[in-house]
């Protein structure tokens, strides 16, 4: 009965690694350089060392280990291929085979870091007990992971989940990095925050805590706690349209509940009072009862994910 | 070996009923009313005994029967509990369990009629050979129905694939039935199209035959195939609407194609031409190369996804 299992999350300058017990018990977690060169082709070696060397550090034998799990950072379809990982130099390969071959056979199993990352949450963090949910990672840009009946929705293309790009607003002038305009991104993301904050300043004379120092989420969300008016008017924006996004994203997969992660989520529940208003405004009645929850995993998320791959 | 299985689409007024082989094969397809009095009681000792008499009729033994299939006009969740369906006077109760008391105990699987249909089409209709399909139903209003991976997406209360009311366009001033502003089904559905239509007429001296007679979906794409401006207008603004919200959809589960059903698709692939840029211009480019299939299996595609329920 094998009792253990890795959970891997592959950054673009660490990966990140987790032994587990199979109930989720962490046994050890550390971390390993990612060395990008020549196409990432250390990569996956690195990884291979690191964890047979775990195994004969903690004298685990091989037919104890369950497998390993792959978060990774870019598209993995059902067979384990990648298609493409920009920050690790990774072109189309099948992941799978290749790290189960340097593994003498191991069960290897791979997803993206962002749908690994929502199947952490849903395993051991903020959307414990739910097997529907919707994961929104508000950092630099807006990612999201969603889980149908426990289990990741991939999608045709491995993009199943991009929620940061849905067009959400007509009329907007400032490019996203997509190359689109309007797309939630741009709005709901850390820097999405900073630029409403930069809008709403240049077009008011209101006085606020905003005008002194650099704007971020943070500065931005502490002033909404201290009560500064500008600030709010800031949130409520931010809220206007990441609840008008997550209300669509409702009208497509009716999810139990909403976690909510990344940098701006540091905030707190306060961003619930902003964003619930218009996630009620535009849902359709059968979502209206959709819960939203904080992540509680932070960067641990993609390990506790990585695991659950292999035991799901 | 069981060889047959029974696919019914249960509607307000008909209960449409499918005899079929395991490969989709009709062997006979008849209808019966339903008799929706007294909350509906009639309704599944109707069906059993319809599928008793036409398995006597076909000298059909039970341990042939592989199950039986049920489409139903409202909610229905994993464990095949009705969540009321008001056409038929239905409230809360186990649909499921019920008509498998009335048959023996022979294995029966529900589901909603939409996302049902979406599944017929997978299996037999324009959606043949994908298994990540969003069937979209341009009706009276605008339903939907999703598949992941060969399974529909039921949702947490029944509503995946809810598409009708995703919100689409900010500032509407007429209220969408579900009480909100600016859904999908107010521009995308067959009522849709006649009220831009009537809007396009009413802000335009432009002449069209559009202002001879009543207008309809079917004249208005009647008048496009003409080459009639106005009515191309019109169909611009359907496709900017209807390419809008199906990017929205493709931006949370990345499907490998949209399957265009009900009544405004019977203008046929000319509704491509205009749902197309919009789609290009706002969807993310992992799901750019999305394809676009008419249903094809029309009133059929609830029997048809109705049988494969029991056979997935």
């Known amino acids: 009965m ?63 280990v369950a497998g390993v799990g792959v978060g990774v950072p870019g598209p993995v379809d059902g067979q384990g291929i990648v298609h493409r990982a920009v920050n690790l130099g990774w072109g189309v390969f099948n992941m799978e085979e290749t790290l189960s071959g340097l593994l003498d056979g191991m069960v290897v199993k791979g997803g993206n870091d ?29 990612g999201g992971g969603i889980i149908i009946d426990g289990k990741i929705l991939t999608g045709a293309t491995g993009a199943g989940g991009e929620i940061g790009h849905i067009h959400i607003q007509d009329g907007e002038t400032d490019q996203c990095g997509c190359g689109n305009y309007g797309c939630l991104e741009e709005y709901a993301s850390a820097t ?40 709010i008017s800031v949130a409520e924006q931010f809220g206007e349209y990441l609840g008008k996004g997550l ?6 997969v009716n999810p139990e509940i ?45 390990i506790f994910g990585a695991a659950k791959l292999v035991l799901e």
């Open 247 to 252: 209300a669509a994203i409702a009208g497509v």
């Open 192 to 231: 999405g925050v900073v630029r409403l904050a930069g809008r709403t300043l240049a077009a008011s004379d209101m006085d606020s805590v905003l005008r002194a120092g650099e704007v971020s989420a943070k500065t931005v969300f502490d002033a909404v706690k201290a009560g500064d008016a500008l600030a």
């Open 2 to 64: 094998a009792s253990y299992v890795f959970g891997i999350d592959v950054g673009g300058t660490t990966v990140k690694m987790g032994l587990f017990q199979n109930d989720g018990t962490v046994v050890d977690k550390w971390e390993i350089p990612t060395r990008t060169e020549n196409g990432g082709e250390k990569v996956l070696p690195d990884i291979a060392d690191a964890i047979l060397g775990k195994m004969a550090e903690k004298h685990i034998d091989r037919k104890d």
């Open 258 to 302: 909403f976690v909510i992660g990344g940098g701006v989520s540091k905030a707190g529940e306060v961003l619930f009072q902003y964003i619930q208003p218009a996630y009620q405004k535009y849902v359709f009645h059968g979502s209206k009862d959709a819960k939203f929850a904080l992540a509680t995993l932070g960067n641990d998320a993609g």
């Open 114 to 142: 962002a749908n690994v990352a929502a199947l952490g949450e849903m395993w051991k963090g903020g959307g414990q007990g739910y097997s529907n949910l919707v994961a929104v990672t508000l950092g630099t840009g807006v």
